[in-house]
């Protein structure tokens, strides 16, 4: 343990906190075991004090014109981008994602203010001259107050990043919570608000626990809930917060599957895998941790997928390894344990994570890349999401026993296939039930103009992330009907307005 570890606290108004916390947690360099911060977590009274510190400040922001709010999002890109080095350092520093990872992470993240920039634009309504006579109709979008914002370790700046800066280009004011393992990105991104011209109050951050969610859930001034993480305690999130009238997106788990056909490009398809199924050790919502290969190339494909990972570096992220350590003690455990599991399951272990060598200090959360073959739908290392570097190879004998496979499945965040035949690419799009589709693309994220998004106990809620679908989350829709009086359209009429 160092011998001093740095305070972490909440930014509320504009600045840190100045309180003393009862209760606090360690943060950890995942490279190192060492406890690198104390993180103060709110009770639900201080999460009290920062929902009436957002809700005091929200109409004056929310009366601010759309250029004023436009300027601040543009500062606030200019920014993030000037410091998109220094957030990835922190990102490294607690989730142990390589530096590289870390920095596509906050650029993805940036992308989203990049669409919030143009609010005047997407805020838009509609417009109808003479729906009736001398009646115009019209639809305009107002923001909603205060909005919770509650994230998951996995990406520590670019989830916060889906939602805020178009909660606040609407005009609401956020409290956010992040995750409590790896707090001090988020944190980062929070201050760079407050240099950008935003007014204080408009976006706070408060850390903490269960205790500091729940709070935030029954908060009767916390008008909408984003959340992402895993889907038990997404469905929690739904069910609490929309039971206290808030509207909510709560983002969950996932188990996703690429399909390789056996006209695939099979040196493509296995480049693939080792990327999407091992870049961030694998804690990723989009990693694919199923691969369903056709029997026929299953074999060669194994071969190909076996020989790559031998090259992969597994150390601490500011080395210019391939892939960082599990996040925690407890995760690396926990994702070992399934190793365990799958043997015991009777899938055939290609390669075992936990004999590997790492690049970085003996206490870290160490787990190498580990490959499954033979793996069954019955056995828990395919049921259950792992969250970390464990692929498992399906075999199956046609693309509809793929595609069967990939919908029975309850999750349905991303999917891929793999293949040269568009006929069958096409198909696949139309027939699998998930919600982000990649076509020779194993992680389909997509563009922040488009919504981020999954099916089933993905997605909890209807609205995706980020998008339309996320200016549409963060405004209530209003239509105005209005006639400039004409004297001649006066006197009585009791029945239902009709047009004219
Ligand atoms: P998690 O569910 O443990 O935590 C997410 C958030 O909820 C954190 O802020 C945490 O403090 C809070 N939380 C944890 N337990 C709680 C409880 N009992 N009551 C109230 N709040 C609680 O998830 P995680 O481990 O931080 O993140 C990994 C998970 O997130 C994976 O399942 C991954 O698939 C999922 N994820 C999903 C998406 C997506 O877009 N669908 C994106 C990223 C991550």
């Not at 690198?36 to 004090?49: I, K, Y």
């Not at 001259?129 to 670019?158: C, H, K």
């Not at 190909?304 to 090259?311: E, F, G, N, Q, Y």
């Not at 290392?381 to 498992?392: A, C, H, M």
């Amino acid at each position: 343990m160092s011998a001093s570890p740095d305070r972490i606290t909440h930014f509320i108004g504009g600045r840190p906190w100045d309180g003393a916390s009862t209760r606090t947690s360690e943060v950890f360099n995942p490279a190192t075991g060492v406890v690198t911060g104390r993180l103060d977590l709110a009770s639900a009274d201080l999460v009290g004090e920062a929902v009436a510190t957002a809700n005091a400040a929200w109409a004056g922001w929310a009366d601010a014109s759309l250029a004023k709010r436009a300027r601040v999002l543009f500062a606030f890109r200019e920014l993030l981008n000037q410091r998109k080095e220094e957030i990835a350092a922190l990102i490294t520093a607690e989730h142990g994602k390589v530096l590289s990872d870390a920095l596509g992470e906050v650029t993805r993240g940036l992308e989203v203010a990049e669409f919030a920039c143009g609010i005047p634009h997407l805020l838009k309504g509609g417009f109808t001259e003479n729906a009736s006579t001398s009646v115009d109709v019209y639809s305009i979008r107002q923001p909603l107050g205060v909005v919770a914002v509650i994230s998951p370790f996995n990406f520590p700046a670019m989830v916060p990043l889906w939602f805020i800066p178009i909660a606040i280009a609407c005009g609401n004011a956020v409290v956010l919570k992040p995750s409590e393992k790896d707090p001090s990105a988020a944190l980062a991104v929070a201050r760079l608000w407050t240099e950008a011209g935003l007014p204080d109050g408009i976006m706070n951050v408060v850390h903490g626990d269960k205790e500091t969610v729940d709070a935030l859930l029954t908060h009767p001034d916390v008008k909408a809930v984003s959340f992402v993480g895993s889907t038990p305690i997404a469905r929690y999130v739904y069910e609490t917060a929309t039971a206290h009238g808030k509207r909510v997106q709560a983002l969950g788990g996932a188990k996703n599957h690429m399909l390789v056909l056996p006209d695939a490009d099979l040196d493509l398809a296995a480049d693939a895998a080792i990327n999407a199924g091992f870049g961030s050790a694998g804690e990723r919502c989009m990693a694919i941790s199923a691969l369903v290969a056709i029997d026929s190339i299953a074999d060669e494909l194994v071969q190909k997928i076996t020989d790559r990972m031998h090259k992969l570096r597994t150390g601490d992220g500011t080395r210019g390894c391939d892939m960082g350590p599990l996040v925690t003690r407890q995760h690396r455990d926990r994702v070992a344990s399934y190793v365990a599991a799958g043997i015991s399951e009777g899938a055939t272990l290609v390669l075992d994570g936990r004999d590997g060598e790492f690049d970085g200090g003996p206490d870290g959360f160490w787990l190498g890349p580990t490959l499954f073959d033979n793996v069954t739908p019955d056995m828990s290392i395919y049921r259950d999401e792992i969250f970390g570097p464990v692929l498992s190879v399906l075999r199956v004998t046609s693309y509809a026993e793929g595609l069967a496979l990939i919908n029975a499945n309850p999750y349905g965040n991303g999917t891929a296939i793999f293949t040269n035949d568009g006929g069958a690419a096409r198909r696949f799009q139309r027939e699998v039930e998930v919600g982000m589709v990649g076509i020779n693309v194993p992680v389909p994220v997509p563009v922040a103009y488009y919504s981020f998004g999954g099916w089933k106990n993905s997605l909890f809620g209807d609205t995706h992330a980020h998008g339309i679908e996320g200016v549409h989350f963060f405004t209530r829709g209003k239509v105005v009907t209005s006639r400039w009086l004409d004297p001649s359209h006066g006197g009585l009429n009791l029945g239902f307005p009709q047009n004219v």
